[in-house]
């Protein structure tokens, strides 16, 4: 989209639909005169930062069929201070999906354009009020659905993210300005090249940083998508009455026919604020049904696709049943559960580890669900804590690291400076990727300034 496309005045309804307000959303330069278009009260002057009280209409000749659309309440956000950095108003009316249509009708009859998806946060982005790694969080925010996802889209939002950044930026810097100083002397013969210990030390500690960035992705995107848990075990051992209880739901069907659940199940049960996604599979037998094999496909790949899973037993299992689950479930956590303990329990001269429930009546279920949190290893979150959640972020640490190791190799293989600095400034560009920032060569400049006085 080019520039002179986003100078335009945009709106957008800004909530969803039902409730009795609705907020439409404006912004850009003629802001206020589109509005005194349609509104009754002056607000071509109005005091930044307050609410007007009046009414919408469209206007028409002769004067006596004027429409009126709405009684309204119109904010008024001078730039820069505003969500986008520009002149922009909200019109708060009431949610009727007629209402709202012709407001925004009568928007653009008068000079407004139908917003983008995201361009008002967009703009805030354009016109500096947030970097793009801001951005991308207020929509991780408005997707939160449990109380991690949440805390770190908020600190992300409130540049958690952006700051650690910035710190290796000025660290990646300081790497560079020692490595130009080098260059430097390295012009005199009679010189010494410099000692790299410092120099490695540094790459060192930014390197484990950005692979601590990178590697939280994996409990990002587990916050984020909910940690997938499946159910397994032979049939009719009450994985589907499991699933219910979890869920508090009748989701799944439930009855003592071996091989009543063909297909997998899921939903999510939010557990200690973490999102968890429970799959019911279709029970394990050998089985002439070719529709019941493609079942029991499917629960082989809900097993790989699972972070946790949960071994639903009714009976002491074989060796070669435990041998098998332990194969396929290799790398993730199993949970053993044995069910039905209502009716029996665990033999006591076996050495089974298992977790003794009765799905049916609700029998410790809370020491399951305990279990079933403390397997996702969901790290204690703080405020400052930064989580990596979007793939885009993941993306660019990783470019970052793979060409910090190439520093780190050169570094060690005395490699010449000029060459490092040239991949220090691809690990530079790629975090300024994640911020939409632009490094830039004089940036550079002025650091070696600020740290060293050459005096050239
Ligand atoms: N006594 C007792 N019966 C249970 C318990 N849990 C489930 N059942 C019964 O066991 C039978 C099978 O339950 P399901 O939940 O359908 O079993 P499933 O493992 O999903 O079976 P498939 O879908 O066929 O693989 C039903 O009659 C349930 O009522 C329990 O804790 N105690
Ligand atoms: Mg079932």
Redesign the pocket.
Known sequence: MSNALKSDTICALATSVGGAIAVIRISGKDTFETLSRIFSKDILYAEPNTIHYGRIFAPSIPASQIEIVDEVLVSIFRAPHSYTGEDSAEISCHASAYIVKRIIELLIMNGCRQAEPGEFTQRAFLNGKMDLSQAEAVADLIAASNKATHKIALSQLRGGFSSELSQLREQLLRLTSLLELELDFSDHEDLEFADRTELLQLARTIDSRILHLAQSFETGQALKNGIPVAIV??????????LNRLLHDDR??????????RDTVEDTMILGGATFRII?T??IRQTEDSVERIGIDRTYQAIEKAKIILW?IDELPTAAETADIRRRTEGKTLITIW?????HSIPTDSNIEAIA?????D?NIDTLERAIYSAANIPELNENDVIVTSARHYEALSRAHKNLERVLSGLQSSLTGDLLAEDLRLVLSDLSDITGGQITSQETLNNIFKHFCVGK
Do not use: F, M, P
């Not at 075990?233 to 499991?242: A, D, P, Q």
């Not at 069910?339 to 009716?343: R, V």
């Not at 429930?357 to 009546?361: C, D, E, G, L, M």
């Open positions: 075990g032979k049939t009719n051992v009450g994985k589907s009455t499991l799944a069907i439930v009855s003592d026919v071996h091989g009543t659940t019911d279709a029970g639903v069910n039905k303990s209502d009716q429930i009765s799905a049916k009546n029998d």
